[in-house]
């Protein structure tokens, strides 16, 4: 698929292993969002752009290449994609963190939008959009769609598990979009869950039914 990435680093697969099994529970599910976040940035931002500096070492001066003052922003879909946020920071502390706030009206499967909190400049960052599942599409495509509305051009999407019906949902409004994630699940059930996924990321992040 074109602007799809799914990671396969052995670390990144252990860990997904453990959060998709219901004998994992809350404290060690967020520990474990929060490791495959991490990881999963490190790969997102392999092609951030790098420029040479010149620093002193304790020998003496070194040519060395630092990103680029690229701007970088996240941004979380509330509430499951708060689970990702302390993940990304600890790669990159210096990103904005915007929130978006959406909810899937459990009739329609359509999202409902609810809140909207971003940082002033989004048109200058490189925003990479936080939610642990990409089941209907439906959601991730209003948060691009918002992000877009407030001037943002460069925007890319992480999750951990996706359905292909998501990525269809995504890319078909906007083909634009990269989209990251560690595995692409076989389907969505009747009630729109990815299956075989990992339940409600929401509820076990959290610990509510």
Not at 104 to 121: A, I
Not at 151 to 172: D, F, R, S
């Amino acid at each position: 698929m074109n602007n799809v990435f799914v990671f396969d680093h052995p670390l990144i697969q252990h860990k997904l292993a453990l959060i998709r099994d219901e004998n994992t529970g809350s404290k060690e599910f967020r520990e474990l969002v929060e490791e495959l976040s991490l990881l999963m940035a490190y790969e997102v931002t392999r092609n951030l752009p790098l420029e040479e500096v010149e620093v002193k070492t304790p020998v003496g001066p070194a040519k060395v290449r630092m990103i680029s003052g690229k701007k970088l922003g996240i941004v979380p879909i509330l509430r499951a994609g708060l689970g990702m946020v302390n993940g990304m920071l600890k790669l990159i502390p210096a990103a904005k963190v915007g929130h978006i706030g959406l909810y899937r009206d459990p009739d329609t499967l359509q999202p409902v939008e609810y809140y909207c909190k971003l940082p002033s400049d989004v048109s200058e960052r490189e925003l990479i959009i936080l939610d642990p599942m990409l089941a209907t599409g439906g959601s991730a495509a209003k948060a691009v769609e918002v992000l877009k509305s407030k001037g943002a051009t460069n925007i890319k999407l992480m999750c951990l598990i996706a359905a292909p019906e998501g990525i269809e949902a995504v890319h078909k409004e906007h083909p634009d979009v990269e989209i990251y994630t560690a595995a692409i699940d076989e389907k969505l059930n009747s009630h729109g869950y990815i299956v075989p996924g990992l339940g409600d990321a929401g509820d076990r992040l959290f610990g509510t039914k």
